[in-house]
């Protein structure tokens, strides 16, 4: 089979881990879903680029991500946003940062020593070349 298929299949399987090893940690529980525009009606007037990591998973399944590093940049995303939208000195806002900041820490770290940076360096050239 295309060689460059079978290193972006063996991406796909990594990042599914990724999302589903994230979203299984209950510190990060409000990061599963997207914002609730009911609960929080003006999330999207503040937030331009919402993201969360059940969008993040179906992203993986429709090949939006070629590399590890596309896959940070929604994880920066997420974090981002929640530092943007619950910028008070309140104990909610200042948990809700605390938890961005750890979720962005223990995806960076997740992947840095459990992907091989050879692969990851082989996903960014088929990346370049598309
Ligand atoms: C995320 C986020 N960014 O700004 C804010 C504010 C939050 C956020 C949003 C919600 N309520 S929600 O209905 O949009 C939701 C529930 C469950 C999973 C995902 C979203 C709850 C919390 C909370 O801390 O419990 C936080």
Known sequence: YDTEEHTLRELRIFLRDMCKKLANNRLFFMFTKP???EEVPDYTTIIKK????ETMMMKVDFHKYECARDFLNDIELICQNALEYNPARTSADKQIRHRACSLRDYAYTLIKT???SDFEDKCQEIAKKR
Request: aromatic share 0%; proline share 10%; glycine share 0%.
């Open 35 to 37: 914002v609730d525009t």
């Open 50 to 53: 919402p993201m969360d990591l």
């Open 114 to 116: 459990e992907m091989d």
